[in-house]
């Protein structure tokens, strides 16, 4: 399992790789393969329902607390509590569970993380089109909840010829497209994705893929330069007709 893992997480990088561990790590247990994944350096697993969770919660705390834990079944009722003590990410595939734990995240005053399910084509789990579009039309059901993902279940991912993993790219990126994601939501993202570990992994893949040294880089110089550095700077002016600077107001907009 682990050989499997580490060759998909050096196939994705720099993308992050996760783990679906749901029915006991599909029979093998989880109180082995959990701790062993971990030990590789997985930070993220995903099951299908709440108690799952709480199992590979247990399996990770003496190894890697910091993990995520995702539960795709959704968000229980009157569970919520549980989710923030455990700190297991629900994933939520309707309004109303949005709208739960909206207002749990109001009535403790804090922004609290979540994963949004968008269902492209699975027909199980995820907002359908009607409640794409009323979320669309009506951002502010999201405020309170940190988005760290959107996501969308492939039904046809093994089947590498199928044209359904297509359709539904389309379909999940013409979703985001509509959806109000702003640069704020990215930035706070990634930053919990470098804080749990990322940003050291990214940093091993990287010397490993350019090495440790570097040669100079030798650039080509309109003029020979000063082997005497000082502060000095020069201007230079130029104009910008009124057709190009209108041309490059409306770029910077876009």
């Known amino acids: 399992v682990v050989a499997n893992w580490t060759q998909l997480r050096d196939r994705v990088a720099p993308a992050e790789c996760s783990a679906v561990v749901k029915a006991d790590a599909y029979g093998l247990g989880v109180a082995r393969v959990v701790p062993a994944l971990a030990a590789a350096a997985c ?13 590979v919660r247990r399996a ?12 795709l ?20 595939n309707h309004l109303g569970e949005i709208a739960a734990w909206r207002a749990f995240a109001r009535s403790r005053g804090e922004l609290l993380p979540a994963v949004v399910h968008i269902d492209t084509g699975m027909n199980r789990l995820g907002l ?25 279940h492939l039904a046809c991912a093994d089947e590498f010829d199928s044209p359904m993993t297509g359709e539904q790219l389309e379909r999940f990126r013409a979703a985001l497209a509509r959806l109000p994601i ?27 893929q350019l090495g440790s040294e ?3 880089l ?10 005497l550095k000082d502060h000095r700077l020069g201007r230079v002016a130029f104009a910008l007709d009124n057709d190009l600077a209108q041309r490059l107001r409306q770029l910077a907009r876009e």
């Open 73 to 92: 079944g959704g968000l229980p009722a009157d569970c919520e509590g549980e989710f923030i003590a455990n700190r297991i990410l629900p994933v939520l």
């Open 43 to 55: 930070r993220t697993f995903v099951v299908a329902q709440f108690e799952e969770a709480l199992a």
């Open 218 to 227: 030798e650039l080509p110089i309109d003029h020979p330069r000063s082997a």
């Open 60 to 71: 990770l705390e003496p190894v890697a607390p910091e993990a995520q834990v995702f539960s």
């Open 128 to 152: 359908g089109p009607d409640e794409l579009d009323t979320l669309a039309a009506e951002p502010a059901r999201l405020e309170g909840i940190d988005v760290r993902y959107w996501m969308t």
């Open 182 to 208: 702003q640069y704020a939501d990215y930035a706070a993202w990634h930053k919990h994705w470098l804080d749990q570990g990322e940003l050291q992994r990214q940093l091993d893949y990287w010397r490993g």
């Open 214 to 216: 570097q040669p100079i």
